[in-house]
């Protein structure tokens, strides 16, 4: 497998070409990114593969990661109970 073909977001299948090309057209940020490529828009919502898009982002424009914007994030798609969030911030 060349490293063309390496897969950044698992959840979505984006490789790093795709990711790299979003960059090369403009995506300068992890937003960015995630709407060219849907990478972060899978299951995990970008915990898998955040910190990799930042790094190629890095590598790419020279960007200090400190400045590279993250992504927003958005509330569940299906309504959960105050409970249910409690206990996630407990963990």
């Known amino acids: 497998m060349s490293k063309k073909d390496l897969i950044i ?3 979505e299948e984006v490789t790093e070409e795709e990711i790299k090309k979003a960059i090369r057209e403009g995506a300068d940020n992890v937003d960015a990114v995630k709407r060219a490529t849907r990478a ?3 299951l995990c919502q970008s915990h ?3 910190t990799l898009i930042v790094k190629i982002i890095h590598e790419m424009t020279g960007k200090p990661i400190k400045e590279i ?3 927003t994030h958005r509330s569940p798609i299906r309504p ?3 409970e ?3 206990k996630s911030k407990n963990m």
């Open 9 to 11: 977001c698992r959840c």
């Open 40 to 42: 972060g828009m899978g």
């Open 48 to 50: 898998t593969c955040y």
């Open 69 to 71: 914007l993250p992504a």
């Open 80 to 82: 959960i109970t105050a």
């Open 84 to 86: 249910i969030l409690a």
